[in-house]
């Protein structure tokens, strides 16, 4: 098993600060997904990194794989209280048939 | 576009009982995905489907889970019996093969086992 290690687990912020979450693990991953997460519903997806070293920006947010394609963050600018969720990161084993392996979240609260 | 449906929405019953958990992929996705989430350990995969046909079942807990894809629109996941451990959010999801990996999940099962 391909596991997935996210820091910090839980994470609370004052509207406007800034945050960084991060997706940690030895295996490398054909491709990373961030998935965001609100009480009461399913996972729903952010984006998907694939290239080492990759950068995607989705408007405040911005999402990095790792040169190695081992590791990706998630950085969010002037969070507001819409940011807060449960962040997932998911990867892709290489050989994964279309299975992913999910971290256990980092749960991120924004206060106004 | 209807995205992906689950029923009952939440179920609650009592320890030895049998339950059966409903799922609707999106139309035209050829994989399936059960997940259970709980708070100890995260969202776990329990079995997926590509074409109806199970690949990839090493998640499922035990003998009591099982889980079946009769046609392309329909999924069941049951418990028999059902034990106070099986209690948490259980979530089905579907993908397309040209969607890349993105899985798209539905609203989730919330079982309560008493």
């Known amino acids: 098993t391909q596991l997935l290690e996210q820091s910090p687990q839980f994470l609370s912020i004052q509207e406007g600060e800034n945050l960084t979450v991060y997706c940690n693990s030895s295996s490398v991953f054909s491709s990373l997904q961030w998935y965001r997460q609100e009480p009461g519903e399913g996972p729903v997806l952010l984006v998907t990194v694939v290239t080492g070293g990759e950068v995607k920006k989705l408007k405040r947010l911005t999402f990095q794989f790792g040169d190695a394609r081992k590791d990706s963050s998630l950085h969010i600018t002037a969070a507001q209280p819409g940011d807060t969720g449960l962040y997932l990161c998911?990867?892709?084993?290489?050989?994964?048939?279309?299975?992913?392996?999910f971290g256990a979240g980092t749960q991120v609260v924004v206060t106004p | 576009d209807a995205g992906v449906i689950q029923s009952p929405r939440h179920e609650v019953t009592e320890m030895g009982q049998e339950v059966t958990l409903r799922c609707k992929p999106i139309s035209g996705h050829n994989s399936l995905f059960w997940y259970r989430q709980t708070m100890m350990r995260g969202l776990e995969l329990l079995i997926y489907f590509n074409n109806n046909v199970p690949i990839d079942d090493s998640g499922m807990p035990e003998d009591r889970f099982s889980a079946k894809m009769p046609n392309a629109s329909f999924s069941t996941l049951k418990i028999q019996p059902s034990e106070p451990r099986d209690s948490a959010v259980y979530f089905c999801?579907?993908?397309?093969?040209?969607?890349?990996?993105?899985?798209?999940f539905g609203p989730g099962t919330r079982l309560t086992v008493l």
């Open positions: 999801a579907s993908r397309t093969g040209t969607s890349g990996n993105e899985q798209f």
């Open positions: 998911a990867g892709a084993p290489t050989d994964s048939w279309g299975k992913l392996q």
